[in-house]
């Protein structure tokens, strides 16, 4: 069934009014009939209308589980849900008319919640901020035509469940009975929505066991009461760099001091390992695989922390993103195009799988300088470290065109953005034997590291990262 409808209208722009076919959201009334009675009528968008009616008995209190549903039939060209339920429904109930669009109707709005157990830090700002975005890239009905409410529940890792309707508690509804047919148990989840946070919300969640809400828009006096109560933490005005909390703060992990603030870090973990004859990320030094000591120093330097792979099950025990790539088999440069395009803020910090004595204070140096550059890139004695650079979103256009000619070096756009060096002699103040730019690419190399055979400069950076260890 389609979910909107084409009507023409006037379009009254720029002093003219100009006939134009404008896309409009559809308002489907469906009719409850539960063990032969009527119950009430449910204005919703007409799409899987099985989660719809299911999450409305769970949230309404009449079932548990998909067991206590005996039989669940929805005629569409009629518009009724024939459902039998194990047990009766409770006679002389008493509906409650809710804010929600098309006012929404509640049976069972509590007064007062139980309290739960806050006071554990269990999301980070990035992870909120990150569903929040993935919730908006979702929303395509809500782009085309406006008037449709969104909401998705994620674990902190990614989103799980996403459901989109024309009344806000509807999507609530929904994303309850996916969950049951689905079997996502929605304890201790995040849920983001796009609309208003009201009692009926905060007292639905509360009965999923969510943790935290979190919302583009403000919540009600009692929703924050309500909340307070049952344990939730409750987030509004989810917008950009900011968000505003209003309950539990302690459940929210907040960003650790001294990370850098508008950049994302980039692990690049797509190189074919040609001349190490197995992938690099994964081999072992010093108790932990290359790729875990290139996201450790990341993870201390930026809140948000992207690995761009094509086998991401290889780093499941790495608690960041994984991406893959969006142009196929086209080297470094696709690898870093994908991750600017899945980075949430404008620039990244890009850095090989394979260098795993990063550097705080150079990287530091090198985003201090991204103030009017497209790409801030050091040269050092071998040349430019572009796997050791910052990138803007800037660098998109001039880096697609480049990948569409079927140019995989990774300088090929470089002429069409401003790209400032930081020369050998800036940083030698920092790293004098250029250890960040220290990669392992032959079995020898490897060997004598891990062996402890090392060069000169594998030597004084085996001792750098012992000396952070004991400090930290």
Known sequence: MSESTARKILRFHEGELKPQSRPVVQEYPLRLRVNGSELATLVASPHRLNFLVAGFFRLQGFIDSLDDIQS?????????????????????????????????????????????????????TEAIFTLMKDLAARAENYREHGGIHSAAVGDGKELLLYAEDIGRHNTIDRLAGEALFRKVDLRGKLLVTSGRIS??????????????????????????????????????????????????????????????????????????????????????????RFIDHVYRRLSELFEEVIIVTNSPTLYDGIPCRKVPDLYHAQGSLAGIHSGICHARHERVFVVACDMPFVDPDVVRHICARADGADVVIPVGEQGCEPLHALYGKSCLPPMENALDAGQKRIVAFFPHVKVTEIGARELSALDPGELSFCNINTPQEYFRLRDGVRTDRLEIAMEREERTRREA
Do not use: W
């Not at 929600?100 to 830090?121: M, Y």
């Not at 950009?240 to 309950?247: C, P, R, V």
């Open 199 to 288: 009692t009926e919300l905060v007292a639905k969640a509360a009965r999923l066991g969510i943790a935290v809400i979190a919302s583009r828009t403000s919540p009600t006096d009692r929703a924050i009461d309500l909340a307070e109560q049952a344990g939730i933490t409750l987030i509004g005005y989810v917008r950009a760099e900011a968000m505003e909390i209003y309950s539990h703060p302690r459940q929210i992990a907040a960003p650790q001091p001294g990370r850098i603030r508008g950049i994302t870090g980039v692990i690049l973990a797509g190189g074919e390992s040609r001349r190490m004859g197995s992938d690099k990320s994964l081999l072992p030094i010093r108790g932990a």
């Open 72 to 124: 669940l039939g929805i005629c569409s060209d009629f518009g009724l849900a024939e459902v039998r339920i194990r047990g009766e429904v409770p006679e002389r109930l008493v509906p409650t008319l809710t804010s929600g669009c098309g006012s929404g109707i509640s049976f069972n709005i509590p007064a007062t919640l139980k309290q739960g157990g806050a006071g554990v830090a269990l999301f980070s």
